[in-house]
């Protein structure tokens, strides 16, 4: 009965997802077919790409750290992007955003978002404790400060440059080229295959660290490698489309809101229709609705906000 | 059997227990008293692998708890804490049914739920088996951690105060049940208690800590004496003996508090 009933909203939220891909691919239809289609089919792909990444990664994070209003944007990877693009603007112009190879960018934000991440575990995988509130705190504490140099370098960088860093700093499909999508796929989809592996761990993972290691789950080993697929699913979305913060943490508590039950498989399957759902939408709107008037995160955080305070607001009344 | 050989463990620089070494025999009920800060749950957590220990030597059924796999550990020991707070909501069978993840990984075979059955049918729990655990009270609540572990089918029961916040109805309810797993299904159970009269009543065994060491360990009929559990805890507690059983009569006594 209540098995059933998962089935068919899971179900109903691929369809869903289906619809809006299709919506976006073929509605409306003039001009230059062929070219049109091939820029909508980079656009869809990048977007369920990095949609799918940051959902899974999300309920991932929230799983192993027994927290479902933390994303993993806390650990600061964030913030090493925008740092990262701000100091490239810095020392040698907007203009290297241009000129310098897309896939070079790519790779090497990667590679520094997860240096970053594993330097950051590093206290963590030292010790023989895990403890992860450890490593938030430390999150926090570097996000913090990786954030006021971005603030210092943008406030006196040439207006002109800055002008021209704030299109890398939102959210943006529009870059996204083929050379970017197979580089991207290609770190993420296998990331992502590797931890269906664990989806069972993460079950009784979900019940606290006693309970998981009494179930004998190998606690600090599971626990570790989820941490690195969060720190690699994580930098290669945002280095693929620039910062998304609420959409994780969105994404992930409609589908625990959606479906009656605490298995991870179908919560990080709902999660991610959910989360292409919302990134296609938001994006078609931005597009064909507002013409490229406002950037796709402002739509994905204004309604994340207003989902968010709702969730705080609605979890004190529980208590 | 598990035999612990002279443990130690620190927190920092406090030293919670120090060369601590004592045999649980197979299939009976073992209970760990002592004050407050004296290493019970801590010695439990080390047995149980939740934590690791600094010195010593830890042997179940003759191999060193660290040279176990943890899933092999988890078909022959299980450990319940107290903290009874999830983040995720279940049913009282989803709960139980977890209790067979260290034979199946979440896929349940038909005999898996026989056995899920029968742990909610021992913990009387069937007809709430369908409702979440945030609808149960206490009591409810405590039994149905129970019998996810008792689901987990180990020779070994570890439970951290499993009294914790139970009314006299239901504590005694659940050190019947304690005792019916060491008699009729033959487990082992070690037990953390605060109240000496039940580990008096239901103990075949008893292990005093104190500041971190043993201080002593017997039958309740050895161990619950004025002279032995004054020392322990520092106060007079006069013992009188109410149907062949020893209890305390700890309620009013002149030195407690330093009064």
Excluded at chain 1, 160 to 168: D, F, I, K
Excluded at chain 2, 150 to 162: F, I, N, S
Aim: aromatic fraction near 8%.
């Amino acid at each position: 009965m209540k098995h059933k009933r998962n089935v068919v909203i899971l179900g109903i939220l691929l369809l869903l997802a289906l619809t809006v891909v299709c919506l976006y691919l073929f509605v409306p239809l003039r001009g230059n077919i062929a070219y049109i289609l091939r820029l909508r089919t980079h656009k869809v792909l990048a977007i369920t790409l990095t949609g799918a990444a940051i959902a899974y990664a999300t309920v991932v994070f929230q799983t192993i750290t027994n927290n479902r209003i933390l994303t993993p944007s806390i650990i600061g990877m964030d913030s090493v992007y925008q740092l990262f693009q701000t100091i490239m603007v810095f020392f040698w112009g907007s203009t290297t955003l241009q000129f310098v190879d897309q896939q070079i960018n790519f790779v090497v934000t990667v590679v520094l978002m997860i240096g970053f991440a594993l330097v950051l575990y590093q206290a963590l995988f030292r010790k023989d404790g895990t403890n992860l509130h450890f490593l938030l705190l430390m999150g926090i504490v570097m996000g913090t400060l990786f954030g006021s140099l971005t603030t210092f370098l943008q406030v006196i960088i040439d207006p002109n440059e800055y002008a021209g860093l704030q299109s890398r700093l939102f959210a943006s499909v529009s870059r996204v080229n083929a050379n970017l999508l197979i580089l991207g796929g290609g770190l993420m989809i296998p990331v992502m295959l590797y931890g269906l592996r664990y989806v069972r761990a993460l079950d009784a993972i979900a019940l606290g660290r006693d309970h998981a290691i009494n179930l004998g789950v190998d606690y600090g080993r599971v626990i570790k490698r989820m941490l690195v697929l969060v720190a690699v699913l994580m930098a290669a979305a945002t280095a693929l489309v620039g910062p998304i913060t609420f959409l994780g943490l969105l994404v992930a508590n409609i589908s625990y809101h959606m479906l009656d039950t605490y298995r991870r498989g179908p919560l990080i399957a709902a999660a991610i229709a959910v989360s292409v759902v919302f990134l296609l939408g938001a994006q078609l709107i931005m597009e064909r609705v507002f013409v490229y008037s406002t950037p796709v995160s402002v739509i994905v955080n204004f309604i994340g906000g207003v989902y968010f305070l709702y969730l705080v607001l609605k979890e004190r009344t529980a208590w | 059997m598990v035999k612990v050989r002279g443990v130690s463990k620190s927190f920092g620089p406090k030293r919670v227990l120090h060369d601590v070494s004592l045999d649980i025999e197979k299939g009976k009920v073992t209970t760990l008293i002592g004050p407050n800060g004296a290493g019970k749950s801590t010695l439990l957590s080390l047995m149980s692998r939740l934590l690791p220990k600094d010195e010593g030597r830890i042997l179940i059924d003759g191999r060193e708890i660290g040279q176990w796999r943890s899933d092999e550990l988890a078909r022959r020991l299980a450990i319940l804490k107290q903290t009874h707070n999830l983040n995720i909501r279940l049913t009282v069978r989803e709960l139980v049914e977890f209790g067979r993840f260290p034979y199946t990984q979440g896929r349940l075979t038909r005999e898996d739920r026989e056995m899920v059955d029968q742990a909610l049918a021992y913990l009387d729990l069937r007809d709430i088996a369908g409702k979440y655990l945030d609808q149960l009270s206490g009591g409810q609540r405590q039994r149905a951690f129970i019998a996810m572990v008792l689901a987990q089918d180990t020779q070994y029961v570890l439970l951290d105060e499993p009294l914790n916040n139970l009314d006299m109805k239901h504590a005694v309810q659940i050190m019947r049940i304690m005792r019916g797993m060491a008699d009729d299904l033959g487990k082992t159970v070690v037990l953390v208690l605060h109240d000496v009269n039940f580990a008096s009543a239901y103990s075949d065994h008893i292990v005093a800590l104190k500041d971190g060491r043993v201080a002593a360990a017997g039958t309740p009929d050895e161990l619950i004496r004025s002279d032995v559990l004054g020392e322990i805890y520092e106060m007079e507690i006069p013992i009188e003996t109410v149907g062949g059983c020893r209890v305390c009569i700890y309620f009013t006594g002149e030195q407690a508090a330093g009064l």
